[in-house]
């Protein structure tokens, strides 16, 4: 019988999660929060580092040079922020924790690639997942369609109100 915490555990875990491996380019998309409205960002790096990959709380740290700086970041991958990580190109290393690839910029920080099958690599099945980008699909086209009968609504008004004044102008004239 599992423990209390490992049933929280499973309970947050997402059902699949991409193989990652250190040295691998992945392609993070992460939903960030910005006053009420929410975007994707989309952050590409190389793999450092990956750490308690069996756990809930597994996370990678993803390195990449922007503007001549180095930025790194760490993603838990079972986090629901964390929406995809795609794995762009797979290299050839010995170590499970590349912190010598800081030290390192031009042509020798270039990794040997190697050849894999990113379809099979990306390919996720998360059902939970489809199922709520569904429903929120669904809540968007709801609501298109509330704001559309809305518009046609107040343009019926509207018209009507036009009519109503053209006719008004006719019969002064027709008086007049």
């Known amino acids: 019988m599992p423990s209390v915490v490992e049933q929280i555990n499973a309970k947050y875990m997402k059902s699949q999660v991409v193989d990652v491996r250190p040295g691998d380019t992945v392609r993070v998309h992460q939903k960030i929060r910005e ?9 590409e790096g190389l793999v450092l580092r990956v750490s308690r990959k069996a756990s809930h709380t ?7 040079i922007a503007s001549g700086v180095g930025v790194e970041k760490m993603y838990l991958l079972h986090s629901p922020l964390v929406l995809k990580v795609e794995v762009t190109k797979r290299s050839k290393v010995r170590r499970n924790y590349l912190t010598y690839m800081r030290k390192r910029t031009g042509k020798s920080a270039r990794l040997s690639g190697m050849a894999f099958d990113k379809d099979a690599v990306n390919t996720i099945h998360d059902e939970k997942a489809e199922a709520e980008e569904e429903k929120l699909k669904e809540d968007v086209a ?3 369609e509330a ?7 107040e ?8 009519e109503a004044a053209l006719a008004n ?8």
Do not use: P, Y
């Open 142 to 144: 709801k609501k298109a």
């Open 147 to 153: 704001d559309a009968a809305k518009k046609a609504e």
């Open 169 to 176: 102008r006719e019969e002064k004239t027709e008086e007049e």
């Open 58 to 64: 597994s996370s990678i740290t993803v390195r990449r």
């Open 155 to 162: 343009d019926a008004k509207l018209e009507a109100k036009a």
């Open 35 to 43: 006053g009420n409205k929410e975007r994707v960002q989309i952050f």
